[in-house]
């Protein structure tokens, strides 16, 4: 393993990209938000993270895969349960899981309580039109035949098993 090409050359520039912790969330949701903390395309495509707060209410990604990124998750409070592809584990703060590409997994919070995570994918795909669409698919705004979810799932390269 080495460090890549560079992609910069010459001396440093001021690029940085600061985000206060009181920054509103981009996609308030039923009994959540999330955030964007850096999209696909505000990092030229090399990642997208995500902070996914939920409320008490059970909720979550049912088991899934991806072909064209990765997805990690870490706990920043509550409980949530994460399925890594044989089991369901109950992760608490701290606690991370990495999904590579292929691999089976979902979270959910049925705790009772709060739960919050940051959720990596690498590269950064286009995620948000896809939390969006769920977003309307949940509140009712879209209401696609089993043929229209079914697309927007492969659309967005979200498999379900």
Do not use: K, Q
């Not at 001021?14 to 938000?33: H, K, N, Q, S, T």
């Not at 903390?37 to 059970?58: C, H, N, Q, V």
């Amino acid at each position: 393993m080495s460090y890549p090409d560079p992609v910069h050359v010459g001396d440093g520039a001021v690029l940085a990209r600061f985000r206060p912790v009181d920054a509103p969330p981009e996609l308030p949701r039923p009994g959540g938000a999330a955030s964007y903390l850096a999209t696909g395309a505000s990092t030229g495509g090399r990642f997208g993270l995500y902070r996914w707060d939920m409320g008490p209410d059970a909720a979550g990604a049912r088991p899934h895969f991806h072909r064209t990124i990765t997805e990690s998750f870490f706990v920043l409070s509550g409980r949530v349960r994460l399925f890594d592809g044989d089991r369901w584990r109950v992760g608490g703060p701290g606690d991370f899981m990495y999904v590579p590409e292929g691999g089976i997994h979902g979270f959910r919070n049925e705790s009772g309580g709060p739960a919050s995570m940051l959720i990596l994918f690498v590269p950064g795909a286009p995620r948000e039109a896809y939390f969006e669409g769920l977003v309307d698919l949940a509140e009712g705004r879209w209401t696609p035949t089993p043929d229209e979810l079914e697309a927007f799932f492969v659309e967005h390269d979200n498999l379900h098993v």
